[in-house]
């Protein structure tokens, strides 16, 4: 991962995706007919910060610019339709490579020792239908 210090990339395990406000019905719907939903955001990367068991955690949220993956900031998060649309109220999921779709609980921004800036964090809950076939 370009971008992140060696040695904290070679301790933290990220998991891969994208963010969407699309419903699940219209996410297949949309599948069937050969026509995804449009991709204008960039991919994202999260952290994972703590775990609640397999199916919930929270982690920190880092985007592609470019070639190199940067944390989200308070301001660069402002701009993303997918935190836009979770600010008014819609409900949000995390389309995570291999593992299907996650629910967003919470964006909030959060700063540690290791990272004194603020950075996006989200909490992740696996939905039902996703937990129900494994």
């Keep these: ?3 992140i210090p060696a040695s904290i990339v070679e301790q933290a395990v990220f998991v ?3 963010f969407s406000s699309t419903p699940e019905g219209l ?3 949309l599948e069937k007919m050969h ?3 449009s991709r204008l955001e960039p991919p994202v990367a999260i952290e994972i910060l703590r775990e609640f068991g397999p199916q919930e955690f929270i982690g920190k949220v ?3 610019q470019e070639t190199a993956w940067r944390p989200a900031t308070p301001e660069g998060a402002s701009s993303f339709s997918w935190y836009q649309s979770f600010q008014k109220g819609e409900p949000g999921f995390f389309d995570m490579r291999g593992s299907g779709r996650w629910e967003i609980e919470w964006f909030r ?3 540690s020792a290791r990272s004194p800036n603020p950075y996006l964090a989200v909490a992740l809950k696996q939905t039902k239908a996703e937990s129900a076939q494994k």
Excluded: D, N
Aim: no cysteine; charged share 20%; glycine share 12%.
């Design 109 to 111: 921004f959060e700063s």
């Design 1 to 3: 991962m370009s971008g």
């Design 62 to 64: 880092y985007v592609l």
């Design 27 to 29: 996410k297949m719907f």
């Design 35 to 37: 026509r995804a939903p």
């Design 16 to 18: 891969y995706g994208e």
